[in-house]
Nanobody
Framework: QVQLVESGGGLVQPGGSLRLSCAASGGTFRHYGMAWFRQPPGLEREFVAAVSRGGSNTFYADSVQGRFTISRDNAENTVWLQMNSLKPEDTAVYSC????????????????WGQGTQVTVSS
């Protein structure tokens, strides 16, 4: 059983930056592909970014490509999401997720989820 705990959310002005963290415990972290998803208010959950088990492969939603960066450190059992040039439409609850052996854009492929952290982009 893997436990995931996100942190780093908050209120930021448009154009600002935030760095989200997701700390994992209870499993062999390097065996899991990791991803970030978000759920804007009143909308369905959507894919944001994913990273492979070793960290060498990453992929992003078109809406965040070039602004967000996903990374991981298997020695620290942590995955991060660096978010730059934030826009009001980035406002959402951000959750990290773990998928045994692979990573994908499909939320249904993920086995474990964190509780989420709120990100609000507003002036």
């Amino acid at each position: 059983q893997v436990q995931l705990v996100e942190s780093g959310g908050g209120l930021v002005q448009p154009g600002g930056s935030l760095r989200l963290s997701c700390a994992a415990s209870g499993g062999t972290f390097r065996h899991y592909g990791m991803a970030w998803f978000r759920q804007p208010p009143g909308l369905e959950r959507e894919f944001v970014a994913a990273v492979s088990r070793g960290g060498s492969n990453t992929f992003y939603a078109d809406s965040v490509q070039g602004r967000f960066t996903i990374s991981r450190d298997n020695a620290e059992n942590t995955v991060w999401l660096q978010m730059n040039s934030l826009k009001p439409e980035d406002t959402a609850v951000y959750s990290c997720a773990a998928n045994l052996w692979s990573s994908s854009r499909n939320a249904g492929d993920y086995d474990y989820w964190g509780q989420g952290t709120q990100v609000t982009v507003s002036s």
